[in-house]
């Protein structure tokens, strides 16, 4: 009985130096590349967003200066993710990120940039389930349609004609997929008039904050 | 058991008990991750480094572990060793980690790490113990590696698409223009193709080998 005691406790001992092993292990790794790794994550999530707004129109830290926004009606998603573009210590662009629900298969996802003046900056594509071949020509990839955003605002072209040809608007549809780019469309003219109504709001709300904006648009309805 | 000789542990390895083609273990990572060259070749070098870091650290405690607690043991040093291999990845190849994502710590159920330490690593010296973890991990790289050049090649007319900006190493890329791609290839059945033809191969050359010495 003794015997068999003694011989678990050892089995014990040796299982209880091999975790402590295997932790010093990972301590240690862990200390080595700690810093490492949330360099590299930063970065990554700055050049993220690069691909909607230059380097040159900002000089503050895009991923530090991030506010959530719970804004449904407007953004399509229960909370947004908003990055305030600063450049001299003005206000330069926000960068938000906005679902388009009404795709043909589901949710699009977007990442828009609006500057001070209520312009586009910049729209991507950041996640879509789009039919290939026919709805993804949104991606920057495989054509430019995306790329004519830039530059717009909510007067240009008028409210009217923030929609796909076939709706009496400015904005291409494609050759058999109408419902994805009319997706995209809306949710842009969206994301501009939400913008130009609690911008200012946006750009003041202290980094790390949650924004609750009760508000919806004109045309909105609960799905 | 007799111990072999250096240049038996790397032929059994590479050749003789690859894991990839003839003990056909670590199949998910395999077919997973060969969609292309540079996948499959960063998903191998964390294999070898893997194999080689676990079997020496098995080795070295091997008189340390008795018989009943050697498992969990091994298990711990494994899981340790792969995710400190984790951690370096994406602290130093971010880009690569992102791609190769959840399947470096998967390597943890690679069974060839497992069967490796069990099989040979608990019975022999740290050397030799690591020559075996490099060899086997080397084989299972080449595999790997063949297995994604050729379902790269095939599904989209290029070869280590990606090398500069995952690994750091834009000398190796090459693309053929105005290939229209082959999707089978890409998709996961291009995996299964591969290697029954890789498998096949093998298995015709060494009949074709062992007819021929027999007449």
């Known amino acids: ?223 | 058991m007799t111990a072999a000789t250096p240049r038996a542990i790397l032929e059994y390895g590479l050749a003789s008990g690859n894991v990839g083609l003839v003990q056909l273990l670590g199949l998910c990572p395999l077919l997973a991750v060969s969609n292309n060259a540079v996948n499959a070749l960063g998903l191998g070098l964390a294999t070898v480094l893997a194999l080689t870091l676990t079997n020496t650290a098995v080795a070295s405690i091997r008189r340390l572990t008795r018989r009943d607690v050697r498992i969990p043991a091994f298990v711990m040093v494994i899981a340790a060793v792969v995710t400190s291999i984790e951690l370096a990845i994406r602290a130093w190849l971010p880009e690569l980690h992102a791609v190769l994502g959840l399947f470096i710590p998967l390597i943890v159920t690679n069974c060839a790490l497992m069967g490796r330490a069990e099989a040979f690593a608990s019975r022999n010296s740290p050397g030799r113990a690591a020559l075996d973890g490099f060899a086997i991990g080397l084989g299972f790289l080449w595999v790997l590696l063949l297995i994604g050049a050729v379902r790269e090649f095939i599904g989209e007319g290029s070869l280590f698409a990606g090398a500069g900006r995952l690994l750091g190493l834009p000398g190796l890329e090459l693309a053929a223009e105005g290939y229209p791609g082959f999707l089978l290839a890409v998709l996961p059945i291009g995996a299964f193709l591969v290697l029954a033809c890789l498998i096949a191969l093998r298995q015709g050359w060494r009949l074709r080998r062992a007819s021929r010495r027999a007449a």
Request: hydrophobic share 45%.
């Open chain 1, 1 to 223: 009985m003794k015997e068999a005691l003694r011989e678990s406790l050892r089995s014990g001992v040796q299982l209880a130096l091999a975790a402590l092993m295997a932790t010093a292990l990972l301590a240690g790794t862990f200390a080595l590349t700690r810093g490492r790794i949330a360099e590299s994550e930063h970065r990554a999530r700055t050049d993220a967003l690069a691909i909607v707004i230059p380097a040159g129109r900002y000089d503050n830290d895009l991923v530090a200066d991030t506010i959530t926004v719970a804004a449904e009606p407007w953004l399509g998603q229960p909370a947004s993710t908003v990055h305030r573009a600063r450049l001299g210590g003005r206000d330069a662009a926000l960068v938000l990120s906005v679902v388009a629900p009404d795709g043909y298969s589901g949710d699009i996802a977007l990442l828009v940039a609006v500057d001070r003046r209520g312009r586009v900056v910049g729209v991507r594509v950041s996640g879509h389930r789009e039919t290939p071949g026919l709805g993804d020509d949104i991606e920057v990839g495989r054509s430019d349609w995306i790329t004519r955003f830039t530059g717009r605002s909510l007067g240009d072209p008028d409210a009217a004609r923030w929609a796909v040809r076939k709706d009496g608007g400015d904005f291409d549809q494609f050759a058999g997929a109408t419902v994805t780019p009319r997706a995209v469309v809306a949710a842009v003219k969206r994301c501009l008039e939400f913008v130009a109504r609690h911008g200012d709001a946006l750009y003041a709300a202290a980094p790390g904050a949650t924004l609750r904006i009760d508000s919806a648009p004109d045309d909105y309805r609960p799905q």
